[in-house]
């Protein structure tokens, strides 16, 4: 696992960027494992304004998110899909019939969860796969549990995981309870794992990356051993390492 501390979100941003701009400049034809949430918004438009002066080409990338919310498809302003669209898909030149995310209004939920790992499976291993941190240490929706989920499956969100996303609704009942999203196995087996945790309140969780052992109780923590694990961190969320 390799730390790196930074001064704050914008630097933890630029730096984030510039990890994925490497990447996309050595294969552009890579296959990237994307994350919504608010922490990766400003490495997302770090991305667009390279692009924007023609340093980076996203013509022949892939994308796979992580997660969506079951219920809200993609006009809804809250949906995961609507978020990729509006804070990247919609300013680069990736094509979107190459862009995944998980179908929250699938019929029938299962099929969907097939249906994405079938995804995963076709254009895995995924070559770098950029994450967010819950502040109970859940990664995509794998909130903590007594074992770890490795295919795609469709989640309860627990307490906690309701509360901190209530910020983006008007109130807690529009908050979903229920999201599909990727399993462990894709996210370990990606050959690169990108990690970036902003503020105080990540501060918890980034302590038990670094310092716990590996458990469900913090899906994060599975990544400590990932051989290519890279956590960038502003200052706040590393006040506990
Ligand atoms: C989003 C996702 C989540 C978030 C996490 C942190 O696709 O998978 O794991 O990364 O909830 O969210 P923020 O960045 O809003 O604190």
Do not use: W
Not at 84 to 95: A, G, S, T, Y
Not at 113 to 134: A, H, T, V
Not at 154 to 164: F, G, K, W, Y
């Amino acid at each position: 696992m390799k730390i790196i501390k930074c001064k704050d979100y914008e630097e933890m941003s630029k730096r984030a960027a510039s990890y994925i701009r490497a990447i996309v400049t050595l294969k552009p034809n890579a296959v990237l494992g994307l994350a919504t949430g608010s922490t990766p918004i400003s490495t997302y438009k770090q991305l667009i304004e390279c692009y924007n002066v023609g340093k980076l080409d996203f013509s022949e990338i892939i994308s796979i998110n992580l997660d969506e919310y079951v219920g809200l498809d993609d006009k809804n302003d809250q949906s995961y899909r609507y978020f990729m669209n509006e804070n990247l898909f919609n300013h680069i030149n990736i094509k979107k019939e190459n862009t995944y995310v998980p179908n929250g209004i699938a019929k029938d939920l299962e099929a969907e969860c097939k249906r994405y790992d079938d995804i995963i499976e076709k254009f895995g291993p995924i070559d770098l796969q950029l994450l967010g941190l819950g502040q109970n240490g859940h990664i995509g929706f794998n909130e903590p549990d007594n074992h770890f989920s490795f295919e795609t499956h469709v989640v309860s969100l627990t307490e906690n995981t309701i509360m901190a996303n209530k910020r983006f609704f008007n109130s807690i009942d529009e908050v979903p309870k229920k999201a599909i999203t990727m399993g462990i196995y894709p996210i370990i087996n990606a050959k690169n794992v990108l990690m970036v945790a902003s503020g105080k309140v990540k501060a918890d969780a980034v302590e038990k990356i670094v310092k716990g052992n590996i458990t469900p109780e913090c899906p994060a923590s599975i990544l400590k051993y990932h051989k290519n694990f890279v956590l960038i961190v502003d200052e706040e969320a590393a006040s506990k390492i």
